[in-house]
């Protein structure tokens, strides 16, 4: 059950940054919430810290025109009765089909009261990614 609900989550995340729809990003998230990449780290405490991050996100993946964006590896574990541990190695696929980013992303999913949402999002170099115990396919 939790294996499906983590992969609803994490498709409908996937289709929503596709679609650069920052409403529906939006709600992937637990607010308030953090966002780690090796240059900053980003508190989220409300719908306009979304709008403004998620936006300038978006700006670039317009800017690549992105076509597509592959979980190319998933996994996750469960830390707790409430919190899970996903990761997932993304490739970020420009108009011209060629891979114009590639990351590690370690996720920490909250479950309050069967409804899942990120809390915190670590991204990384590849070479940082994590095999956890289950596969995340999807």
């Not at 998933?74 to 114009?100: H, M, N, P, R, T």
């Amino acid at each position: 059950m939790s294996k499906i609900k983590l992969q609803e989550l994490f498709k409908h995340y996937q289709n929503a940054f596709l679609q650069c729809d920052i409403d529906e990003v939006s709600r992937c998230y637990h607010l308030p919430c953090t966002l780690n990449t090796p240059d900053k780290i980003v508190l989220l405490k409300n719908a306009t810290d979304c709008q403004q991050e998620f936006g300038a996100i978006f700006t670039q993946l317009k800017d690549a025109s992105t076509s597509n964006i592959i979980a190319k590896q998933a996994s996750f574990e469960q830390v707790s009765k409430q919190l899970y541990l996903v990761c997932i190695e993304w490739d970020f696929i420009d108009g011209q089909g060629q891979v114009f980013a590639d990351f590690a992303a370690i996720y920490h999913v909250l479950d309050h009261d069967g409804t899942l949402k990120i809390v915190n999002v670590v991204s990384h170099e590849l070479e940082s990614a994590l095999t956890l115990a289950e596969s995340l396919c999807w």
